[in-house]
Structures are given as structure tokens and as C-alpha cells.
């Protein structure tokens, strides 16, 4: 069975910093695009980071370019999002993906982010 298990959301102050972790099992990361999108109230979905396949060619939205790095880690089966410089419109809850088609798949419940001081 597909597991997402997405971790390391909290309470942080702006300027500060953040790294989310999503854990799978059911499959391996190897062989599917990943990325991590968020939802925050009152506004639409957001794609925020996309890692291609090959874990050559990352996407970022322009809101998080330059402050949130995605990373994988095949060993453990875990896609990081590493979030610096955290602003209060960062706050949302965050979801991880994988995709084979062109569309997102989660199954995971997702980790809250909220900045604020």
C-alpha cells in the first residue's frame, strides 16, 4: 500500500527556518517524478517544488526561488524540503507528491507551516 508520512511542520518566526520531510513506502522515489505543493486557507493550490525523474531539473515557484530547496534521498526513501527565510504567506499546509503522468499524487495527511512571531 502507497504511504506518505510527511514530517518537521511547526510554529516558526519569520526569517527562520524549516525542513520538511516526506517518507514513502509502496514505492521507490527512484522512478517517479516528486515535488511538494501546499495549501493554505483561502487560497488555491500551490505547486511549490518539482524534482524531475531524474533528480536533474528542479521547478520552484516564483514566490519560494531561492529560499526552499528540494532534495532526495534514495537510501531512506525521503524527499526533503528545506524552507529558509520563511515569511508569513509561507504558512500553509504542505503536501509531497509523486507523478508519472503529469499529475500529482499524494496519499499523505500533509505537515502545517505556520510563520508568524
Not at 6 to 34: D, I, K, W
Not at 54 to 59: D, L, N, S, Y
Not at 71 to 78: I, K, L, M
Request: some cysteine.
Amino acid at each position: 500500500q502507497v504511504q506518505f508520512v510527511e514530517s518537521g511542520g511547526g510554529l516558526v518566526q519569520p526569517g527562520g527556518s524549516l525542513r520538511l520531510a516526506c517518507t514513502a513506502s509502496g514505492f521507490t522515489y527512484t522512478t517517479y517524478a516528486v515535488g511538494w505543493f501546499r495549501q493554505a486557507p483561502g487560497k488555491e493550490q500551490e505547486l511549490v517544488a518539482a524534482v524531475s525523474s531524474t533528480g536533474i531539473a528542479t521547478i520552484y515557484a516564483e514566490s519560494v526561488k531561492g529560499r526552499f530547496f528540494a532534495s532526495q534521498d534514495n537510501v531512506n526513501n525521503t524527499v526533503y524540503l528545506q524552507m529558509n527565510n520563511l515569511k508569513p504567506e509561507d504558512t500553509a499546509v504542505y503536501y509531497c507528491y509523486i507523478s508519472w503522468d503529469g499529475t500529482l499524487h499524494s496519499w499523505g495527511q500533509g505537515t502545517r507551516v505556520t510563520v508568524s512571531s
